[in-house]
């Protein structure tokens, strides 16, 4: 499970909740590029918090 | 003059940086700073060697002093709980090397390079073993035997490799080739030695599984793939130089300013140093403390979350402070702990 990170109201990363990992959307990252994967497969991650 | 002959021999134009291996030695261990730890699948131990396990908890790794003459550390694997691979069962370590690094080599030309792999291996668990050689999609893998024959003793390995003229690979910031050891898989794993082959493999049919032996050991270190058809003697680098090599991939932020955004919340920027092989990912290793100064100040448990950042900087928030003031500095307080905001470019 992944959730959009927002920052000065623009969605800037991705954390990996199992990890508490904080993902850029970097495409040679190569954890951006499972997140990737895991979206192509039909997931959805939770919304990014308004207020941060 | 054995040093200059040896290079010679082995093709190799390079005296320094032959080996492409980074952390041949041993010697860098980031994460775990000698400490034992239990690989999940996916983790990275000692810096740069990453491990795949079909199950958990069935064996621990640790930085060791035990080695052979001329080095100071290994790598030690010991099988915590012993199995027997099913089908589809694995149990492997390996290091990708970054496509820049192995560029010169031409796979997937006509052009192709030979190369030669060497290290010291020591086991209690004597018998055939496999080392697997792919690219970054691990849809080209060549698999070469080589044998333990005495238990509880360092052997020195040497396996000559002609480089792969089809396939693709990376040879930017991407992986370009790994290498891995088999500690024991099943045989949806196993494939043919000695030539490149299409397809996922780490061992031949007739290598054991070491993974499969109560409290079985398994040390390694002089780590060294170079161009060329002769082993040359291992390149030893200074300490600094290898760490340095390392945090390309991985490295523990401990310095940084930070202006305090709410009481519990500061937004931090750091300098990567060196520039990292990509944006790094980042997460925490222990909770931080800050100071202004006069008064420091102790998150009550990590949080930390990506702003921006680039391959040498990162803008990130840390968040579960009390008493922070807005707009106010910060700086970390060195010397509380060795915590930090882990940053990893790996692959």
């Known amino acids: ?52 | 003059m054995t040093l200059a002959v040896n290079i010679a021999q082995s093709g190799s134009n390079n005296v320094t940086f032959r080996n492409r291996i980074i952390n041949g030695a041993m010697v860098i261990d980031q994460r775990n700073a000698g400490a034992s730890f239990t690989p999940t699948s996916g983790n990275y131990g000692l810096d740069r060697y990453r491990y795949f396990v079909s199950q958990a908890s069935k064996i621990t790794a640790q930085q060791s002093s035990t080695v052979p003459t001329g080095f100071s550390t290994s790598l030690l694997q010991t099988v915590a709980t012993a199995v027997t691979p099913g089908a589809s069962d694995y149990f492997i370590f390996q290091q990708n090397i970054e496509g820049y690094n192995i560029a010169d080599m031409q796979f997937g030309t006509a052009s192709a390079q030979t190369f030669t792999v060497s290290f010291w291996v020591r086991s209690s668990v004597t018998g055939t073993y496999s080392i697997y050689l792919a690219n970054a999609s691990v849809n080209r893998t060549y698999l070469a035997n080589y044998t333990i024959s005495t238990a509880n003793t360092f052997e020195y390995k040497t396996i000559t490799i002609a480089g792969d003229q089809s396939g693709t690979w990376g040879n930017t910031n991407s992986g370009g080739i790994m290498i891995g050891w088999d500690l024991g898989s099943g045989s949806t794993y196993n494939g043919t030695a000695n030539t490149w082959q299409a397809g996922q493999y780490y061992r031949t049919s007739s290598s054991v599984n070491w993974i499969s032996t109560a409290s079985a050991t398994f040390y390694i270190t002089g780590v060294q793939l170079e161009a060329g058809t002769t082993a040359s003697p291992f390149e030893y680098r200074q300490y600094g130089d290898e760490l340095m090599l390392c945090q390309r991939y991985f490295q523990i932020v401990r310095n940084g300013i930070a202006l305090g955004n709410t009481a519990a919340i500061t937004v931090t920027s750091s300098m990567l140093t060196p520039t990292m092989r990509a944006s790094p990912s980042l997460s925490q290793q222990g909770v931080i403390q800050l100071t202004n100064g006069t008064t420091d100040f102790v998150q009550s448990s990590t949080s930390t979350t990506l702003a921006s950042g680039s391959d040498n900087c990162i803008v990130y928030t840390l968040g579960n402070f009390s008493g922070l003031t807005a707009n106010a500095a910060y700086g970390y307080r060195i010397g509380a702990n060795t915590n930090g905001v882990t940053a990893s470019a790996e692959f």
């Open chain 1, 1 to 52: 499970m992944y959730k959009l990170f927002k920052f000065n109201d623009k969605v800037v990363s991705v954390t990996r909740l199992a990890d508490s990992t904080s993902i850029p959307f970097d495409p040679a990252n190569t954890d951006y590029q499972a997140y990737l994967r895991w979206l192509e497969a039909g997931n959805t991650p939770e919304p990014a918090e308004e207020n941060q």
